[in-house]
T-cell receptor
Framework: DTAVSQTPKYLVTQMGNDKSIKCEQN?????MYWYKQDSKKFLKIMFS???????INETVPNRFSPKSPDKAHLNLHINSLELGDSAVYFC????????????????FGPGTRLTVL | RKEVEQDPGPFNVPEGATVAFNCTYS??????FFWYRQDCRKEPKLLMS???SGNEDGRFTAQLNRASQYISLLIRDSKLSDSATYLC????????????FGTGTKLQVIP
């Protein structure tokens, strides 16, 4: 059973296009995240949702719009794709999303490798 | 200063060796600490949480030094399968967690 799944795994598209990435978790977690890992392998948080509510919104261009239809799903839509958007996008989930004891472990999906030409 | 800093490596060590990585963090309010492992072209996976008193899981030992604001990971008896990038993760205290990942330390265990 896949705990956190993402589709598609690979996405190759032209500059200016609009694309979506989907994420689903079957762990019953309350919180889901989107991360971007660039070519230098730096993993940076973009958004976080808790029970469908946006709780973290880092400095990300408005072209990126997350949507959480329910707490098991978090999708990412990207408008007007740019070359610099090429990266691996990871979805993750955790039980509560709160910094507490015991530590709240994040479980990652396999990633979506986006290439913008 | 970066929020979480790691030596990128690579650390090239022979099988059976002991290797240690450090990670420093800048925010003294940080509360939770983790080591994640990321294999090439794969997702990060939790290796272990880091507790104040230090903790051990088999060949892996994690330590936290709050006074100097660093955490460490010690790997004993390195195996070829330990080759990966090790990510230091720090959670800022208060409310919903905002974890910050270090850029990772690459380990290559050589036969």
């Amino acid at each position: 059973d896949t705990a956190v799944s993402q589709t598609p795994k690979y996405l190759v598209t032209q500059m200016g296009n609009d694309k979506s990435i989907k994420c689903e978790q079957n762990l019953g977690h309350d919180t889901m995240y989107w991360y971007k890992q660039d070519s230098k392998k730096f993993l940076k948080i973009m958004f976080s949702y808790n029970n469908k509510e946006l709780i973290i919104n880092e400095t990300v261009p408005n072209r990126f719009s997350p949507k959480s239809p329910d707490k098991a799903h978090l999708n990412l839509h990207i408008n007007s794709l740019e070359l610099g958007d090429s990266a691996v996008y990871f979805c993750a989930s955790s039980q509560t999303g709160r910094g507490q004891y015991p530590p709240d472990t994040q479980y990652f999906g396999p990633g979506t490798r986006l290439t913008v030409l | 200063r970066k929020e979480v800093e790691q030596d990128p490596g690579p650390f090239n060590v022979p099988e059976g060796a002991t290797v240690a990585f450090n990670c420093t963090y800048s925010n003294s309010a940080s509360q939770s600490f983790f080591w994640y492992r990321q294999d090439c072209r794969k997702e990060p996976k939790l290796l272990m949480s880091v507790y104040s008193s230090g903790n051990e899981d088999g060949r892996f030992t994690a330590q936290l030094n709050r006074a100097s604001q660093y955490i460490s990971l010690l790997i004993r008896d390195s195996k070829l399968s330990d080759s990966a990038t090790y990510l230091c993760v720090v959670n800022i205290a208060g409310g919903y967690q905002k974890v910050t990942f270090g850029t990772g330390t690459k380990l290559q265990v050589i036969p």
